[in-house]
Nanobody, 119 residues
């Protein structure tokens, strides 16, 4: 199983970034994005069923971030708009083979991609 995240970078406040994560090796039921800022615990950002019929967003990103998946190549996507300095963090993609309403409990993780938002 492999989750390979990319797309992070440096952007000014108000800008946009698109994170991608190529998932391979298993059939997944659910995937998610988490982030961890320096000195803070990892936190949930967004999750979706593999089919895309149920999506969940943290309050801090609701209305600004959009989670999705490409049907062509199983690339997981996090479109981030109206970025704020407090969005600065290492972003991780994650996936699991079973569905759960819990935001925690993902089995497979990508390596993380850094997002830095300047004010």
């Amino acid at each position: 199983v492999q989750l390979q995240a990319s797309g992070g970078g440096l952007v000014q406040a108000g800008g946009s970034l698109r994170l991608s994560c190529v998932a391979s090796g298993r059939t997944f039921s659910q995937y998610a994005w988490f982030r961890q800022a320096p000195g803070k615990e990892r936190e949930f950002v967004s999750a979706s069923t593999w089919r895309g019929d149920r999506k969940d967003y943290a309050d801090a990103v609701k209305g600004r971030f959009t989670i999705g998946r490409s049907n062509v190549d199983n690339t997981l996507i996090l479109q981030m708009n109206s970025l704020r300095p407090e969005d600065t963090a290492l972003y991780y993609c994650a996936a699991r083979t079973h569905w759960s309403p819990r935001r925690a409990g993902y089995d497979y993780w990508g390596q993380g991609t850094q997002v830095t938002v300047s004010s």
